[in-house]
């Protein structure tokens, strides 16, 4: 544990070097546009340079053979599981390191210590736990870890990892059994915390238990880190290798049981209707209630004696996650998709849920595989299934989410749009991390960052009016705005992160989505993302690896960007100081005279001149006449046929091409601008004619190549320009909009003279329309 703490620290510690010190540190102008050089890990025969897996690239596989009993008297869940795993690696191993994750709970656990906390005006029941800690019997007992002969296996527990001696070295390529017999109380979710536990509902008084990193889990052993053993603690989620399970459940014969994978035994375990229902569904093309809100109801009544076994399988999976009650509802719908198969779209949950989740979510599970698999690869497992279970979390092929109505059934707008966006967040996990399988605990940023950002589009494929909170660049701003040491960069490790939901959610989701929009474009960014995906389908990606693999298929340089956005915490500030107006003197008298004599006009304007004419004084020439000669009448500016015939000699003494410039009549605009914020970014200009049209156009952040801070650029127009404006479309995040346009244009805002106590406000506040709609009727 401590050798892996030391050397994410001393990577930490080298980035934070790197980014001032490396790759042409004397330059007078910076090195944001220096390529990353060291800052990315070194390629080898594993990992190639281009970002694709290498030649010898391999992984370790863990095979699961799980026997769990659910006691729902005592909450307790008692389990024997059998591991085969298999060496891979070119690496002897003497030892292996197990998650054991329901320690987390652990009564005096490590991770419940340091943590800061603070006294609030309203303080929860969970607040409170985190402070006083509990006195209840959580966390994993071990009863035995045996090998295939049934050997007793030495181990040691250190927190959530439990080191396994292995009676002889593994050898690379061959494969060790051995078996662990544990039982663990189940927490109650909603007081202790943490991803899975039970959650009870004292007016049917019955349990929803959602089982999550239930069983001892391998480590990830693995070329770039050795053993991932970094604790958990609650925050950086989990490091899991791919392998195949058999997990059997024994529960309370009126409990439904949901897992990751197929069902195998839906003859013995569901009602020979029900069984019909399933059948039905195989080919339904809207959501089959196969477990009803009528045979729930009826359910939660009683409580059964008699028990049931669940048999589930799943191939190449990173994990195993279970919901078991007697009050879930359960439907389901078979969704095709494109250059892939049909999948089961799945859904369970609570009469609770029942208004919100009947109509929306299987379809919601539906669209999302259908979206991500456009953006990545067709989804290649059976099913997927979305549970209520008033969280937000994920596991290969089933999730849990959030989204009860109240109980006349109405609901407000806002949990109806957070409950669209975790269902699509949730299954969308199904990609990144379960498939695109980086590791969770050290970059947070690589499955919540890359599948927030594919979420974005699936909310907007599911209604062009979505209000996403996270994609678009305005929308990160108000972060961006924060003083610098209130900062942290996107590749910073999941353990250390301050703001987590901004930095490992918001920014680099907002930062794929101003590539794929601004920098790269929609078609060579959505290749490179694609080619990304199915290089590292099934594997182990690190940072490195996306990063190249991005570059490598676009041939757009984006080690400024990685830089500017990932490594960086600097804003995007771009300010358009000022603006010259050049044209071209013609020499036409014609043309030019208007401009020649305002010119002469300004000249002889003065205060004093100004005065003298409001004073009344009489000047002079104009009071005696006989002053007023030739020149007192001269119009020096017009056209006389001698300046025209001048004209006309230099005009035809010009080529054919210096014709044509004259002829476009050519306005030129020397632009000054500056980068306020640090972060270096495309420019994008909108100019506005005189004539009421306008021209977008965009320049490369390598604008900014040889001078980081100071700008000056010329455009030649062929028409008059009277505004400027930066940014548009609001799409580079650029945190100061009122420094964007020539003229000044300053933002219009509100305020409120008297802050109104609640006052009815729009989507993202929880009022209930629906429920005044009710009263009405
Ligand atoms: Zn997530």
């Known amino acids: 544990m401590r050798k892996i703490y030391v050397s994410v620290f001393a990577l930490l510690l080298g980035s934070a070097a790197f ?18 050089g060291q800052m990315l890990a070194d390629p080898n025969e594993y990992r190639s340079a281009s970002g694709a897996p290498g030649p010898k690239y391999w992984q370790q596989k863990a095979d699961y053979d799980i026997s769990a009993t659910l006691d729902d008297e005592k909450q307790r869940l008692d389990g024997v599981e059998t591991i085969t795993y298999y060496n891979n690696s070119p690496d002897p191993l003497s030892y292996t390191w197990i998650q054991l994750d329901e320690n987390e709970h652990k009564k005096d656990g490590e991770s419940s210590k340091f943590d800061e906390s603070k006294m609030k005006d309203k303080m929860s029941l969970r607040d409170l736990q985190g402070i006083m800690g509990h006195n209840l019997d959580l966390g994993d007992h071990i009863v035995s870890i045996k090998d295939e002969a049934g050997n007793p296996l030495t181990y040691i527990i250190n927190e959530t990892m439990m080191r396994v001696e292995l ?21 109650d979710r909603l007081t202790i915390g943490g991803r899975g536990g039970y959650e009870y509902f004292p007016e049917d008084k019955n349990y929803l238990y959602t089982m999550a990193q239930w069983y001892p889990r391998m480590a990830v052993y693995s ?30 014969a009126d409990h439904f049981v949901g897992g990751t994978g197929v069902c195998s035994n839906y003859a013995q375990t569901l009602t020979p209707a029900q069984l019909k229902r399933w059948e039905q569904a195989q080919t339904a093309k809207e959501p089959i209630e196969i477990v009803t809100l009528g045979e729930v109801k009826k359910q939660m009544l009683g409580h059964a004696t008699a028990r049931k076994t669940w048999q589930f399988h799943a191939e190449n999976v990173r994990d195993f996650a279970w919901v078991s009650s007697r009050r879930v509802v359960w439907d389901a719908m078979a969704t095709h998709i494109d250059g892939g198969k049909t999948v089961m779209a799945m859904s369970i949950y609570g009469p609770e849920a029942y208004p919100l989740y009947r109509r929306y979510s299987t379809k919601l599970v539906a669209h999302t595989l259908k979206v991500y698999s456009k953006h990545t690869f067709p989804y290649p497992y059976p099913a997927a299934t979305s549970v209520e279970a008033s ?16 109980k006349d ?37 690589m499955d919540e960052g890359l599948n927030t950002f594919c979420q974005f589009l699936a909310e907007q494929e599911w209604d062009n009016k979505y209000p996403s909170q996270r994609g678009p660049a305005a929308k990160i701003v108000d972060y961006m705005k924060l003083p610098a040491d209130q900062l942290e960069p996107i590749m910073t490790n999941s353990e250390n992160i301050v703001r987590f939901g901004p930095n490992a959610y918001s920014k680099p989701a907002t930062a794929l989505n101003i590539l794929r929009e601004t920098v790269m474009g929609r078609q060579l960014f959505d ?60 020499k036409n008298p014609e043309v030019e005279r208007s401009y020649n004599q305002a010119q002469f006009d300004k000249n002889l304007q003065s205060i004093s001149a100004t005065r003298n004419k409001e004073e009344g004084i009489k000047f002079a020439v104009e009071a005696d006449t006989a002053l ?26 010009l080529s054919p091409q210096e014709k044509k410039f004259y002829e ?7 632009l000054d601008l500056s980068n306020k914020g640090g972060c270096v970014m495309p420019l994008i200009i909108e100019w506005t004619y005189a004539d009421g049209t306008k021209e977008v156009e965009r320049i490369s952040a390598y604008i900014w190549r040889k001078n980081e801070k100071n700008i000056t650029k010329v455009f030649a127009k062929n028409k008059e320009v009277k505004s400027i404006k930066i940014d548009p479309y609001r799409e580079t995040a650029d945190i100061d909009e009122n420094n964007n346009s020539w003229p000044r244009e300053y933002t219009p805002s509100r305020f409120e003279l008297f802050k109104s106590q609640g006052g009815v406000r729009g989507a993202s506040s929880g009022t209930n329309p629906m429920k005044e709609s009710l009263k009405k009727n």
């Open 167 to 187: 009676p002889q070295t593994l050898k690379p390529g061959a494969k060790f059994k051995f078996k662990i017999a544990w039982w663990y109380n189940i927490s």
């Open 391 to 406: 969280n937000g979390m994920e596991y290969p092929m089933i999730c849990f989410n959030n989204g009860r109505a109240d």
């Open 664 to 670: 476009n009549k050519n306005y030129f605009y020397e």
């Open 527 to 586: 290749y490179a993302f694609k080619t990304y995906a199915h290089r590292w389908a099934f594997k182990h990606p690190t940072p490195t690896d996306f990063f190249r693999t991005m570059e490598d298929a676009s041939a757009v340089d984006l080690d400024w960007y990685w830089r500017g956005w990932f490594y960086g915490i600097d804003p995007v500030d771009i300010s358009l100081d000022s603006v010259k107006y050049y044209r071209l003197d013609t």
């Open 628 to 653: 007023s000669d030739f020149y007192g009448k001269y119009d020096r500016f017009a056209a006389t046929p001698l300046s025209k015939q001048s004209y006309e000699a230099m005009y035809s003494a």
């Open 409 to 445: 059934g109405t609901y407000s707008e806002a949990v109806k749009y957070a409950m669209t966006g975790v269902i699509i967040h949730e299954v969308g996990h199904n990609f990144f991390p379960m498939i695109v399988n980086s590791d969770e605990r050290q970059w947070t940023w």
């Open 19 to 36: 980014a001032q010190n490396d790759n042409n540190p004397k330059s007078n102008h910076g090195n944001k546009f220096e390529q990353l």
């Open 223 to 252: 070329d770039f880190q050795g053993w991932q053993n970094k604790q958990f603690t609650g925050r950086g989620e989990f490091a899991l290798t791919f392998g195949d399970f058999k997990v059997s459940l024994n529960v309370p």
